[in-house]
């Protein structure tokens, strides 16, 4: 009887501290910014902050301005009150989309993917044009590092002062996209070899059978696939690269930091040590 009524305590007292961590951990506030009020774990996007934003009621954080600019094409440039961009926004992104629309309805492939490409293109840069523009007295601003990183691989190390982690992540981007093609080219031979040995309309005599064809095609569909993670994994790793770094930029080591080595003799116990000789040994000292 003793122990369950300890065990029941015990399980009231836990529920009741968890209960006042949860309230405290989603009642208090972190942040004291400016843009808004609420902690970023709370609300991740306002819309009514955002466009509270574009009306200048309010200032808004580049993340927020970003993620509706994203979806509201020229709302950067209305909030950073670039009104004269909004002409050339539009046009660079609607004109090479109505033509690519027409051209592939007139059975012009190949110039609607070019025209496609071209209102894609101008559509990135309107989003990067925002995030340059934004204004903000903090340098580096981490949530234009970021940004900058997810726009453009290697520019959020350039914005951060950090130009030697450039060839690194581009290289390691293009050496992801090398096996990549490489896999792929091979995965394309092999999985039409494949369609053409077990074709009965058309008689095979190749050297590859169906099985080896088979098999070396979903071999090099799984390389293809590795590959794909890889380039994913290191254009991820760029972007939290950017962002981790621009919050360390202002961190310092103290010039008067130091580590002294120096030689010390243990004088032991003489009631308790079995042993009552010196010890020599080493003394490291931290000063910071």
């Not at 030697?164 to 995965?187: M, S």
């Not at 290191?234 to 919050?247: E, G, K, P, R, T």
Request: charged share 20%.
């Amino acid at each position: 009887m003793k122990r369950f009524l300890a065990v029941t305590v015990l399980l009231l007292l836990a529920l009741n501290a968890s209960a006042q961590f949860k309230s405290e951990a989603f009642q208090q506030s972190y942040n004291d910014d400016k843009a808004s009020s609420k902690d970023s774990t709370d609300v991740l996007f306002s819309f009514k902050e955002y466009f509270g934003g574009l009306k200048h009621e309010n200032e808004i954080k580049i993340g927020t301005m970003f993620a509706g600019s994203a979806l509201i094409i020229g709302g950067e440039q209305i909030y950073n009150r670039q009104y004269w961009k909004l002409p050339i926004v539009y046009g660079s992104i609607l004109a090479p989309l109505g033509a690519g629309i027409y051209l592939n309805a007139q059975g012009k492939h190949e110039a609607a993917k070019y025209c496609f490409i071209g209102s894609g293109v101008a559509y990135w840069g309107t989003l990067l044009d925002g995030v340059i523009s934004y204004k903000s007295d903090r340098y580096p601003l981490p949530g234009r590092s970021t940004l900058f990183s997810l726009l453009c691989p290697g520019l959020g190390q350039a914005y951060n002062g950090e130009y030697w982690k450039i060839p690194i992540y581009l290289g390691g981007l293009a050496t992801a996209y090398y096996f990549y093609d490489t896999n792929n080219i091979n995965y394309q031979r092999y999985r039409r070899i494949y369609k053409e040995a077990t074709d009965k309309e058309t008689p095979y005599s190749g050297p590859i059978t169906a099985e080896q064809a088979v098999y070396y095609r979903d071999i090099f569909r799984q390389y293809r696939d590795y590959s794909t993670l890889a380039m994913v994994l290191v254009y991820v790793l760029q972007i939290i690269d950017a962002n981790v770094f621009s919050y360390m930029h202002d961190f310092e080591i103290a010039d008067d930091m130091a580590m002294t080595v120096r030689p010390a003799v243990i004088m032991p116990d003489t009631q308790l040590a079995f042993n009552p000789s010196p010890a020599f040994g080493i003394n490291v000292g931290f000063r910071f």
